[in-house]
């Protein structure tokens, strides 16, 4: 429930607790959920009655979706399970209505368009926010239109196509560092946009805010311009300002060159660092060996360490809607649960959309027994693990040998090490599935295109990279701290 908070999804959870006759005599499993439930919810209730849950669980639809969504509990008592009541004593509740679309000031949106055209090195941030209010259509046009650079945040990748001309996300830091103007699209400046503070963001810089939520305006930067309301609505209404003033931003600015090497820089790196054909392999060898064989459509779930974050740069989402990671909570194991929700969305659809869920070891770990869920329902999910035998970096099957000889690997084995080349493989064999051990480019091609053909069963492939495989030299820590 805090994670779907956190991510602002909204999440209806109804759980038991014990009967109400019994509270305070130490029932079993006695706890005060609806209490408890309030830290990390929009709403959460108990109904007083069997008459009342038709109302309370209309009320935690509604809170779910409206305003800013979220997660509401609903707590139903042991003893109203198996109780009875007169069908005419029931309140009948009708399904709420879709939420009410609200727009900005004509105003607000007059004097967005003006900082947005003085701007030098103008930047769009799409967030996730945009993703949920499903403003692909509005955005896509916007985009082209004015001629703006844009960057997505984790989640809001495929709102606009990563391959999109536009599209600066390679070229991230140095975007973000010196754009005098962001329009910030359903994104919160919280840890992901490093608070849009020095030294990430120039300490000028200023803040066109579109948001749904009034109170989220002004957090951490107070905005030049604040747009209240629906996502996709605002940028309907900033797209017919800029079509009527026939404005575009010009492709020749010294910002879009500065832009284009950066992003013309960083690919050359990576595409040096995936040609790479020593072995054991290195992760951008294996995610760019992944990206050339998956399809276009494909949900993709990640999580992990340096396997959501180099996966984030080299794996492309061409649609809106088709990434879930750790997100806002950074949360590690919820990788597998997001991959079966998202499988068994896709089988009531039947869209022909593969689930492909990219782990890494220490994160496949938290919830790697959710194989058996897979298994036991044949949900087709592509699981691939990059296995480099730790959380960040491991250590090889020798020197893990060498460290046994030493004496007692509980108190010698550094803490973020893992068992070497642990056979996650067999995991899911032993459960009906298919599983791969994957060393080499051509392992892993084969593997994957195999696992993909089949629509019967699940297949993990678990590929053993080179423990002290690493991210390309970052100009600044993933993290920004505290000075404090």
């Known amino acids: 429930m805090a994670n779907a908070n956190m991510n602002c999804w909204p999440v209806v959870v109804i759980g038991g607790s014990s009967d109400r006759n019994q509270e305070t005599a130490g029932a079993f499993q006695e706890f005060p959920q609806v209490e408890a439930c ?30 800013r969504p979220g997660a509401c509990y609903v707590d139903i008592a042991g003893d109203m399970v ?57 955005l896509k046009l916007f985009v082209e239109t004015s001629g703006l650079p844009f960057l997505p945040t984790p989640m809001g990748k495929g709102v606009l196509p990563d391959d999109h001309l536009n599209c600066v996300a390679a070229a991230r830091s140095r975007a973000l560092l010196q754009a005098d103007v962001v329009l910030l699209l359903g994104a919160r400046l919280n ?56 404005w575009k931003y010009p492709s020749d600015t010294e910002w879009w060159s500065t832009l284009k090497e950066k992003v013309a820089a960083n690919a050359k790196i990576s595409k040096a660092l995936a040609r790479q054909s020593t072995l054991p392999m ?44 750790a997100g806002t909570f950074g949360t590690m194991g919820v990788g ?32 790697g027994m959710e194989v058996e869920t897979m298994c036991r329902y044949n949900l087709p999910i592509v699981i691939i693990v990059v296995n480099n035998n730790g959380i960040y970096s491991g250590v090889d099957p020798e020197t893990w040998k060498e460290m046994a000889k030493m004496g007692d690997l509980a108190t010698i ?60 030299q970052q100009e600044f820590p993933w993290l920004t701290r505290s000075n404090l």
């Open 191 to 246: 840890w992901i946009l490093h608070f849009g503070l020095p030294p990430r963001f120039d300490p000028d810089i200023r803040i066109i805010q579109i948001d749904l939520c009034a109170e989220e305006m002004g957090n951490n930067v107070r905005p030049a311009v604040a747009l209240l309301g629906d996502i996709s609505a605002i940028v309907t209404q900033l797209l017919e300002c800029v079509r009527k003033d026939g």
């Open 336 to 367: 597998l649960g997001f991959a079966i929700a998202a499988a068994a969305v896709e089988r009531s659809e039947n869209k022909g959309r593969r689930i492909v869920c990219v782990e890494g070891d220490s994160a496949f770990g938290f919830s």
């Open 413 to 472: 084995a550094p803490p973020v090490t893992l068992l070497p080349e642990a056979r996650y493989d067999e995991v899911m064999a032993a459960f009906g599935g298919r599983g791969f051990l994957v060393r080499t480019e051509e392992e892993l091609r084969s593997a994957l295109q195999l696992s993909l053909s089949d629509w019967e069963r699940p297949s993990l492939l678990n590929v053993l990279i080179d423990p002290s495989s690493d991210r390309k």
């Open 82 to 138: 198996n109780a009875k009541v007169d069908r005419s004593k029931v309140r009948v509740v009708s399904c709420c209505s879709p939420p009410p679309i609200s727009l900005a000031e004509h105003s607000a949106i007059t004097e967005a368009i003006a900082v947005l055209k003085m701007a030098k090195r103008p930047l769009v941030i799409i967030g996730k926010g945009a993703a949920y209010g499903r403003a692909e259509t509005a």
């Open 38 to 67: 309030r830290l990390y919810s929009k709403f959460s209730a108990r109904p007083s009655s069997l008459e009342a849950i038709p109302a309370v669980i209309e009320k935690a639809v509604r809170t779910s979706i409206y305003g």
């Open 282 to 325: 290195n992760y951008y060898t294996v995610f760019h060996h992944i990206s050339q064989v998956l399809p276009h459509d494909c949900i993709i779930v990640s999580e992990g360490a340096n396997t959501m974050d180099i996966g984030r740069t080299m794996l492309n989402n061409y649609l809106p809607r088709h990434r879930l990671d």
